[in-house]
């Protein structure tokens, strides 16, 4: 599996988001047809997890979240606390900072 920045790709998007929204970051990432929106936040990051096509399987949610675990800084941010939603198509992980 390999996660690919399209962050470029959605100028529009990010700057819509980062002038209506709290978000500090914006980065998007695709996973083949899964679409991840990491957002960083004053209290807290949020990996938004999407595919329009099926519902997300464990091992892509478990790939996306080991690989920002290894990109987020540990003394930075709360991995014991990480909140995880989900809906058909979506899987929503909230990463506290401490």
Do not use: W
Request: glycine content about 2%; hydrophobic content about 40%; proline content about 2%.
């Amino acid at each position: 599996m390999k996660l690919i920045n399209v962050t470029n790709s959605h100028a529009a998007f990010i700057t819509k988001q980062l002038a209506t929204t709290a978000a500090n970051l914006l980065k998007i990432y695709t996973l083949g047809k899964t679409t991840v929106i990491y957002a960083d936040y004053h209290d807290y990051a949020q990996l938004t997890i999407t595919n329009d096509f099926r519902n997300i399987n464990d091992r892509e949610a478990d790939f996306i979240t080991q690989r920002f675990k290894q990109k987020l800084s540990k003394d930075r941010y709360d991995f014991a606390k990480v909140a995880y939603k989900e809906a058909p198509g979506l899987i929503a992980i909230t990463i506290p900072k401490k």
